[in-house]
């Protein structure tokens, strides 16, 4: 019986350890199976055996401070094997790794497994001035979709390649494996035609004139991504999009002269571009000639690639496209044509600490994992506004956060909803499944923005220590004090002038009372109206007298609108309001005045992520804070689409983190 039940405490304890929490360890994406073993790999000289990546390796060993040396005991060892049966998907980048007191193991079907066995083993290093351990562990771990990719839309907004590979570089570490770059639209064509040189003339761009990237930079940046991990899917939007095609030849694309023009071109493109996609568009466009896109698809094919095409675009049946891409809530997969998700994944709306818990929740097209028919996903980054600092499109899309997000999700798959059962709400107990899974990816994420985004563009910071307490109606002119005093416990509802009001708790540093995209997603409101009033406040506790940052914000302006600015001295045009310990909080001065719409005229400061924060002053002990969350229209004149939100969070005076020893608490309790 002793033995029986040995067995199955250890049998439970292997089950406990199948996917780590960061307790076990701070695995980013976490692998699919861990167990960690006790051992250390202390690496110093260390024999060498690979028939895979053998320079990279040996980069690997000089890099974390060991030498190669063939007659050392210690060893890293890389075996290339040809199956690997208890991966039930995506074998081709799965990979076992042991890491004992002497050997280092990796097992994997292709060397592109090898490589993420690398980035694993890059995350598990422990580097002090002396040396750097590995933690022994046992992981066999393999990605639940095969598309895991970001996109910028580079053709309204030139991207330097040097930030191009920066970010290649760094989320290779964390195993995203595309980079789709939409090189055409309106505004410009931004790769080089040798052919037709007028395309990339300054004369016809208008935006950026003078931008773009030569055919040399293009092979080089293909090289760049194969060496990391990532397929680069380049995009050439067909037959819409297209103005700057249509200004350099006075035919549009549909027409018969224009689909000599454009068959040329991509002639040149399929010889530049050693990869094995080609995304053609085919979105927002009335189709003139029904033979376009099939004579387009046709000939790109025969050049060798498979082609890739927007869904709602160009309607096809299985086997006349290779895959679908599918954008906004009208994209449906269809059987017979694998499908990549970026329905609700557009960067350019979502806000700094909102939308990012729905992207970690969420579920890539609603299923716990791909499959020959569903892909992945990619999120995409669409710089309708003009931002005239690459750092600033960076920083205010939350690129970094929610590439983190979506690394861990689609590797790992599984997630609660697609968007539309909780959204952007993490439920207020920390008890929670979904709390704690989203506060452990956090705990995680923040300390990579410490220890390998050091110099990044990442405007986040802890939320989820964030607590607030939101009421329909805040009596005694907006004393926070009189109307809940301490002493006084916290309830659902309270009367007051002999009406009932409710009051929820929330917890994180921006909370959605309505969401930018209306009830389907989610926010504290299931049902808001308009022409409403909410009040959120807190106390938060400081352990002394200090002077610190706020970052506060209650329309969080998308990369994609030709919003106005608000008015001076006004938070935005509802009619928003701050007071901290009985003091209004007035807005910083607006850098933007211009009254007119116009997507040409970048976005200022209006993010709180891209100023400086407000400096207050923190007193020792509780402080209070009160929000006064005023909605009219759900529409205005003014902002397209109405945010009905408000973030406020204490950060350093430089914004680079939050407060520490700061305790949000609407309660007032220490713990």
Not at 67 to 82: G, Q, R, Y
Not at 620 to 629: E, F, S, V
Request: hydrophobic content about 35%.
């Amino acid at each position: 019986m002793k033995k029986i039940i040995l067995m199955f405490v250890c049998l439970l304890l292997v089950c406990i350890c199948q996917k780590g929490h960061a307790g076990d360890n701070r695995l980013l994406p976490q692998p699919q199976r861990f167990v960690s073993n006790g051992a250390s790999f202390v690496l110093g000289k260390t024999r060498l055996s690979t028939p895979v990546l053998q320079k990279e390796w040996e980069n690997f060993i000089k890099e974390h401070g060991g030498t190669v040396d063939d007659k050392s005991t210690a060893m890293i060892e890389i075996n290339l094997v040809n199956s690997m049966n208890e991966v039930p998907l995506n074998k081709n980048e799965a990979y076992r790794l042991q890491v004992m007191s002497k050997k280092i193991s990796i097992e994997a079907v292709t060397g592109q497994g090898v490589y993420w066995a690398m980035q694993t083993l890059r995350q598990l290093a422990e580097v002090s001035v002396k040396k750097t351990v590995f933690k022994g562990c046992i992981i066999t771990d393999w990605p639940a979709f095969r598309v895991r990719g970001f996109m910028h839309d580079v053709g309204r907004t030139y991207i330097s390649m040097e930030e191009l590979k920066r970010e290649i570089s760094m989320l290779s570490q964390f195993k995203i494996n595309v980079f789709h770059w939409h090189l055409t639209e309106n505004q410009s064509w931004r790769m080089e035609s040798k052919i037709f040189p007028m395309l990339n003339d300054g004369v016809n761009t208008t935006r950026m004139s003078g931008k773009y990237y030569t055919q040399k930079e293009a092979k080089e940046l293909v090289a760049f991504c194969k060496v990391h991990g990532m397929t680069l899917i380049p995009e050439f939007d067909m037959p819409g999009h297209s103005a700057a095609f249509t200004r350099v030849f006075r035919h549009d694309m549909q027409s018969p002269e224009g689909m000599k023009i454009l068959k040329l071109l991509m002639d040149e493109v399929c010889e530049v571009f050693d990869v094995p996609y080609l995304h053609i568009g085919t979105d927002e466009v009335k189709f003139t000639n029904p033979e376009f896109v099939p004579e387009m698809v046709s000939y790109i094919r025969t050049k060798g690639k498979k082609v890739i095409s927007w869904n709602p675009g160009w309607k096809y049946r299985p086997g006349e496209i290779d895959m679908m891409h599918l954008w906004s809530a009208r994209g449906k997969a269809q059987k017979g044509i694998p499908a990549i998700d970026s329905r609700f994944h557009y960067l350019n709306h979502f806000d700094t600490f909102g939308d990012i818990i729905a992207l970690y929740n969420s579920r890539i097209y609603n299923v716990e994992q791909g499959s020959e028919y569903i892909a992945g996903t990619i999120l995409a980054v669409w710089n309708d506004r003009y931002i005239d600092k690459e750092q600033d499109i960076i920083l205010q899309n939350g690129f970094y956060p929610n590439m983190l997000a979506i690394a861990e999700r689609a590797w790992l798959g599984g997630g609660t909803e697609y968007f539309d059962k909780n959204g952007t709400i993490l439920p207020p107990d920390t008890s929670n499944e979904i709390f704690r899974s989203f506060s452990d990816f956090e705990e995680r994420m923040l300390w990579y923005k410490e220890h390998k985004f050091k110099g990044y563009p990442f405007g986040y910071v802890k939320q989820t220590n964030v607590w607030w307490k939101i009421t329909d109606a805040f009596p005694n002119n907006g004393d926070l004090t009189a109307s809940f005093p301490p002493e006084r416990k916290l309830q659902d509802s309270y009367q007051y002038n002999g009406k009932k009001y409710d009051t929820h708790l929330a917890v994180g540093a921006g909370i959605y009372l309505r969401h930018v995209w209306g009830t389907f997603v989610p926010a504290f409101y299931k049902e808001p109206k308009e022409n409403h009033t909410a009040y959120a406040y807190t106390y938060v506790y400081s352990p002394k007298n200090q002077t610190v940052g706020l970052w506060a914000e209650f329309q969080n302006y998308g990369r994609s609108e030709a919003d106005l600015p608000p008015l001076p001295g006004k938070w935005d045009y509802k009619g928003s309001r701050i007071w901290i310990n009985d003091e209004e909080i007035l807005p910083p001065g607006w850098t933007m005045t211009h009254r007119v719409k116009d997507v040409e005229v970048p976005l200022g400061n209006e993010n709180c992520v891209v100023r400086p924060p407000l400096s207050i002053q923190l007193h020792k002990g509780w402080n209070k804070i009160l929000l006064k969350l005023p909605v009219g229209k759900f529409t205005q004149p003014e902002i397209r689409l109405v945010k009905w939100m408000f973030t406020t969070v204490f950060v350093t005076l430089d914004g680079k983190k939050a407060v520490e020893g700061l305790i949000y608490s609407p309660e007032k309790k220490l713990n």
